[in-house]
Nanobody
Framework: QVQLVESGGGLVQAGGSLRLSCAGS????????MAWFRQAPGKEREFVAS???????YYRDSVSGRFAISRDNAKNTVYLRMNNLKPEDTAVYYC?????????????????WGQGTQVTVSS
């Protein structure tokens, strides 16, 4: 059974930092593009960042310079380091895996999803 399990979410004050982790199991994700999405209450799920099989990265404009996505293929794990968090970053954060090469922000393009981890940023 293929699974992606997120962890590391929580409550943090504005300006603080968190590191999210996404551990994969059931298959090797080293050849996959991995991504983070987020969904705030009442809003659609939106792309945050992605990392290709060769560690090329891509970010949405509002998190560029504050967030950093990375991967450890030996651990089948992808990370999202979030610095200088803002209240508008509050959302459930989801990990996703895409079997095709290339970056895309389209949720439909991703094959596997985790259950999500809550990030709440207080002002």
């Amino acid at each position: 059974q293929v699974q992606l399990v997120e962890s590391g979410g929580g409550l943090v004050q504005a300006g603080g930092s968190l590191r999210l982790s996404c551990a994969g199991s059931g298959r090797t994700f080293s050849g996959y593009t991995m991504a983070w999405f987020r969904q705030a209450p009442g809003k659609e799920r939106e792309f945050v960042a992605s990392i290709s099989w060769n560690s090329g990265t891509y970010y949405r404009d509002s998190v560029s310079g504050r967030f950093a996505i990375s991967r450890d293929n030996a651990k089948n794990t992808v990370y999202l380091r979030m610095n200088n968090l803002k209240p508008e970053d509050t959302a459930v954060y989801y990990c996703a895996a895409r079997g095709q090469p290339g970056h895309t922000i389209a949720t439909i393009a991703y094959d596997y999803w985790g259950q999500g981890t809550q990030v709440t940023v207080s002002s």
